[in-house]
């Protein structure tokens, strides 16, 4: 791969390569390796077999357990895209085998209820509610036939499991709208609760009148969550952002719980145990509270950093209790909540924005992860993701964009500058401190070597940061003249990189990090850096090199030098709004953008391109796989990998099951990251592996 010293190039003439029309067949099957854990939206057990339990996550996927939750494997997607938020999934406990799903969209007002018949197998959309953001859903525990939909618009209702709905909510005016919450009267199913985004209401006639039900509940309360007790439904539990209010005359009058501080007064969830009434479980966004005393008195039993979205309180152990969590996906106790552990083997729910491998050992991959806070960072798996070590201590919860390894170093590009982790020094000054408390203070013996790499890649090291920008300028203080020398002096300008770091890469030896602050290089391994903006560029977010040369991208422009010091801007189409990505083959560049793949050829110096046929547009990755002698591309919306072996003359596609966001080839696979799903890999059958290996070989 070689890249002109004057950079980017292709050639003007526009050709039409046409893609295969038949899906290429492949025995190889993509896997999600992780690191385990993320967003968890809702929980619910099987009532025909409580071992079974069902997730439901906010980019449409449902996730399955038949160990009560000890395992997961991902079940199905629902809809045909990821913006699907899945809040609630509901058993037909009298119908074996009928399941339904609330769903509602992120980006528009849009959503669905959906309907299994056979387990979960196959889903449909129920017409009458469908593109309607669906917020609440409930069934009636004396009627399965009978469900209550709450949506942005209204309440709706069947009697007919779905067939058809009735909207039971005024049509126009009233503020029965913007449905958060729905519990249905245990004895009578025309008792109906709903719950607002300001304060809550009832019917007592399926609908046919209804009455604000906000008597002593503080006003502009959104409800999140109505519980009745099935023993005794007078007793009714609301939730809101302004606290937990319990009532003991069937909503008619309110009373505001006290012993949750006000910071914790978010409460998403409320779940009663089924054996025992008088315990219930608040789910906050400062962690977990318990009541065993009917709401008397409250303790929080999990730490406050945990957001909890969904109880599930198992009927015939109470003391098995599973949460549903952001970022740290699903918790579980089995000593009614005196401590939780993480269960989320199979389970992967994470926004990977870069993932890189061990050039020094296959064996070893990175994954940086973004919007997980103190959950996400740095994660290292050293045996090809089948376990994952989180290392983000001196991360703060700061997102992380970009990894590279050099060296013994590792680079992160964060949300706030960048990050090194040294884990030679930091493995052993690790190793040093157990030897030296442990009254044995003395050098380290090559035995020793595999305990430094462990402490290295666990809680032991830490990142530290390296953004001081140090600009040196040289100032002519006097003037060269016939008769005397000029005389000039070097003067540094200091500045803290503090932006976005989106992008890293070493070239000859150096660090180059791109970031809305500029193009910045380190020649010191960042002890200081150099740079900023270049050509009235400043904000880059891709840096790319190869052997003789560098190119910096920004959304819509794209730089290029020979030697890091002297740059040049090649002449893109002016449609070019994004660009994702850039790949180099031997005789060109490519550009994978929101408008599509562009083309140039080395020898044309970036002044004419040339846009590929593709059936997809919005792309987000493009890469040559050197080992096969092909180029792959992935679009933000498909879940295809389309490829090409003869430098984009024709092209074939291939389904992956993912939403793929960046490939790159690794230890004879395919690696990727993806929108939701974290790390994924292509395995081969061993036969095709081998066949790989020798063909790496012998090239």
């Not at 791969?1 to 980017?8: E, P, T, Y």
């Not at 045909?80 to 899945?86: A, C, L, N, T, Y």
């Not at 997809?616 to 792959?632: A, E, H, I, M, P």
């Not at 099951?657 to 059958?685: C, M, N, Y």
């Amino acid at each position: 791969m070689r890249l002109c010293s004057q950079a980017i190039t292709i050639l003007l003439l526009y050709v039409a390569y046409g893609i295969a029309q038949t899906t290429a067949t492949s025995s190889a099957s993509w896997i999600s390796v992780g690191p385990e854990g993320g967003d968890v939206r809702t929980l619910s057990v099987d009532p025909a077999n409580p071992s079974r339990l069902l997730l439901g996550t906010s980019a449409g996927q449902i996730y399955e357990s038949q160990d009560g939750g000890k395992s997961w494997q991902r079940s199905v997607r629902i809809g045909k895209g990821s913006d699907f938020v899945i809040d609630h999934i509901i058993f037909d406990a009298k119908q074996p085998g009928i399941i339904y799903v609330a769903a509602w969209t992120i980006e528009s007002e849009g959503g669905s209820v959906f309907k299994s018949m056979d387990n979960g197998q196959t889903w449909r959309v129920l017409p009458a509610l469908e593109g309607k953001s669906v917020r609440a859903l409930a069934i009636a525990p004396g009627d399965s036939k009978t469900l209550v939909a709450g949506t942005l618009e209204g309440v709706y209702r069947t009697r007919n499991g779905g067939q058809t709905w009735d909207r039971i909510s005024p049509e126009t005016g009233g503020e029965i709208k913007n449905i958060e919450s729905i519990a249905i009267d245990p004895i009578d199913s025309n008792v109906i609760y709903v719950g607002t985004w300001h304060l809550p209401w009832k019917t007592a006639d399926g609908g046919k009148s209804w009455h604000n039900i906000k008597s002593g509940i503080i006003d502009d309360s959104d409800v999140f969550s109505i519980i009745i007790d099935p023993r005794r439904p007078d007793i009714v539990y609301a939730s809101a952002c302004s606290g937990i209010y319990k009532s003991e005359s069937a909503g008619e009058l309110f009373h505001k719980i006290q012993g949750i501080p006000f910071s914790a007064r978010r409460t998403r969830v409320l779940k009663q145990d089924p054996g025992n009434s008088n315990v219930v479980y608040a789910g906050t966004t400062e962690g977990l509270w318990k009541t065993s005393d009917a709401g008397a008195t409250w303790g929080r039993i999990t730490p406050a950093n945990v957001i909890v979205n969904d109880v599930v309180v198992d009927a015939a152990n109470s003391a098995h209790v599973l949460l549903a969590t952001d970022r740290a996906g699903i918790l579980v106790s089995n000593n009614a909540g005196v401590s939780f552990e993480p269960s989320n083997a199979g389970f992967a729910h994470r926004q990977v924005a870069s993932v890189v491998e061990d050039l020094e050992d296959q064996n070893t991959l990175y994954a940086g992860v973004i919007n997980d806070k103190e959950y996400g960072g740095v994660f290292v798996s050293h045996d090809e993701g089948a376990h994952w070590k989180q290392i983000s201590a001196g991360l703060d919860g700061r997102d992380v964009f970009a990894l590279r390894k050099s060296g013994t170093s590792l680079l992160a590009g964060t949300s706030s500058g960048v990050f090194l982790l040294n884990t030679d020094r930091d493995g052993a000054r690790c190793l040093t401190a157990k030897v030296a408390h442990s009254g044995r203070s003395r050098a380290i013996p090559a035995s020793h070597s595999a305990d430094v790499a462990c402490c290295a890649s666990s809680d032991c090291a830490s990142w530290r940061p390296i953004n001081r920008i140090a600009n040196v300028r040289v100032i002519t203080v006097r003037k060269a003249t016939t008769t005397r020398k000029g005389i000039t002096r070097k003067v540094v300008k200091t500045a803290v990189l503090t932006a976005r770091v989106t992008d890293i890469d070493v070239h000859d030896g150096k660090w180059i990090v791109a970031s809305p602050q500029g193009l910045f290089t380190s020649s010191n391994m960042g002890q200081t850096w150099e740079g900023g903006p270049m050509l009235g560029h400043s904000d880059f977010t891709l840096v790319r090199s190869t052997s003789n040369a560098i190119a910096g991208l920004g959304r819509n422009f794209l730089l290029t030098s020979a030697d890091g010091q002297v740059w040049r801007e090649a002449k893109l189409p002016k449609i070019i709004s994004s660009i994702r990505e850039i790949s180099f083959t031997k005789d060109a560049i490519w550009l994978a953008c929101r408008e599509g793949l562009y083309r140039s050829r080395k020898e044309d110096d970036g002044e004419t391109w040339e846009r590929m046929q593709l059936p997809v547009v919005n792309l987000t990755s493009v890469f040559y796989d050197r080992q096969k002698g092909r180029l792959l591309v992935t679009a933000m919306n498909s879940t295809e990998i389309f490829f090409s072996e003869d430098n984009g003359q024709s092209w074939q596609h291939r389904e992956s099951g993912w939403l793929l966001r960046s490939i790159s080839e690794h230890a004879g696979h395919l690696l990727a990251s993806t929108a939701f799903d974290g790390v994924v890999v292509e395995k081969q059958p061993a036969a095709e592996r081998a066949d790989a290996s020798e063909a790496g070989q012998n090239r």
